[in-house]
């Protein structure tokens, strides 16, 4: 199946500084990604739909300037959290899609923890 | 209302036990449905698909139901190594996957 690498897989930082967590589909053109977050024994909550070469769109309640996602080409994906912050600490994942597919490959995960 | 419902349990059962897992969805222009399987601190990987008709894989078998909004996964002859968090995830044609809070299963000695 399609393969999706996310990294880093485990960061650690310190509260106010940014985090950047990349997103890679490695053997197909992702026109489109999805950031999730999951809390500790939580489903997985859907953050942004990201499309390449136009603005991510976000879920209700998500803060575009503090969650910044850029897709700037059709294998990358990248989200910065900004100004991190300890309630920011979670489990992010991304998944891709290519246009009209609809089952998903999800990258491994970031665990963050913000000190 | 959550659009994806699920029992999150936990279902403690022996091995070689039969269990089943229940989900609701609330769209009902949903279009695609899938069990996922999370292990802790891992990646959801999926599980099946889920079809009209009924689909079975092994000791898996999911139906869905789309006149009542309802979604099952079966599992018949548990294993050990069954024991994980089930997610019931619904999606319509773009890509965007909603899923549940997950169901989970321990299966004992």
């Known amino acids: 199946g399609a393969v999706v690498s996310q990294h880093p897989s485990r960061v650690i930082c310190k509260s106010g500084t940014s985090v950047k967590i990349e997103c890679r589909s490695l053997?197909?053109?992702?026109?489109?990604m999805f950031w999730y977050r999951q809390f500790p024994k939580k489903s997985l909550m859907l953050m942004a739909t990201?499309?390449?070469?136009?603005?991510?769109?976000?879920e209700q309640g998500v803060e575009k300037d503090k969650f910044l996602i850029n897709h700037a080409s059709l294998t990358l994906s990248t989200l910065t959290v900004t100004s991190a912050h300890p309630e920011d600490s979670s489990f992010y994942i991304c998944s891709a899609a290519t246009q009209g597919y609809v089952e998903a490959f999800f990258g491994q995960g970031t665990r963050l923890t913000v000190v | 209302r959550k659009e994806v419902e699920q029992d999150p349990g936990p279902f403690n059962v022996p091995e070689g036990a039969t269990v089943a897992f229940n989900c609701t969805y609330s769209?009902?222009?949903?279009?695609?449905f899938f069990w996922y399987r999370q292990d802790c601190r891992k990646e959801p990987k999926l599980l099946m698909s889920v079809y009209s008709s009924g689909n079975e894989d092994g000791r898996f078998t999911a139906q869905l139901n789309r006149a009542s909004q309802y979604i099952s996964l079966l599992i018949r002859d548990s294993k050990l190594s069954d024991s994980a968090t089930y997610l019931c995830?619904?999606?319509?044609?773009?890509?965007?996957?909603?899923f549940g809070q997950g169901t989970t299963l321990q299966v004992k000695p």
């Open positions: 053997d197909f053109q992702a026109t489109t």
């Open positions: 990201s499309n390449e070469g136009s603005k991510a769109t976000y």
């Open positions: 995830v619904v999606s319509g044609n773009t890509g965007k996957l909603i």
């Open positions: 769209n009902s222009a949903s279009q695609s």
